[in-house]
């Protein structure tokens, strides 16, 4: 009998701690669709630009690979922010208006080296 309720209980834990770990990602996708959708209206009340037109305009003037794009409010602005690795190795994180297209902000990051062991940095070791 005891084995039994062991095993039920822990049948029951283990259930529990998957619903706990998976609930997160669940929100997250319907966030995702949520936040997908107020950018679709956005783009459709022409509050701002498509994103292919901001890219376009970016890469006329910084060289590079983008790696990341957000959309988001910023002061009730819409603001596409924008990262981008260049040929050199420098990070570049953008901001530009969604609406105009103008580019709002320009900041640069340079990459920092690493090991081939480990992933380490090399002014670390």
Known sequence: MYFKSSIILKTIVLALLFVAITAP???????FRR?????????????ILPLEKILVEVRKGVPGEFIDVEL???HKMWIYKLKILTPEGQLLKII?????????????????????KRGRRKDRD
Do not use: C, F, M
């Open 25 to 31: 990602a669940r929100s997250d996708e319907s966030g």
């Open 35 to 47: 936040d997908h959708n107020v950018a679709l209206q956005a783009l459709l009340n022409g509050e």
């Open 72 to 74: 988001g409010r910023y």
């Open 96 to 116: 530009a208006d969604a609406k105009t297209g103008v580019l709002v902000k320009i900041k640069q990051k340079p990459l920092k080296p690493y090991t081939e």
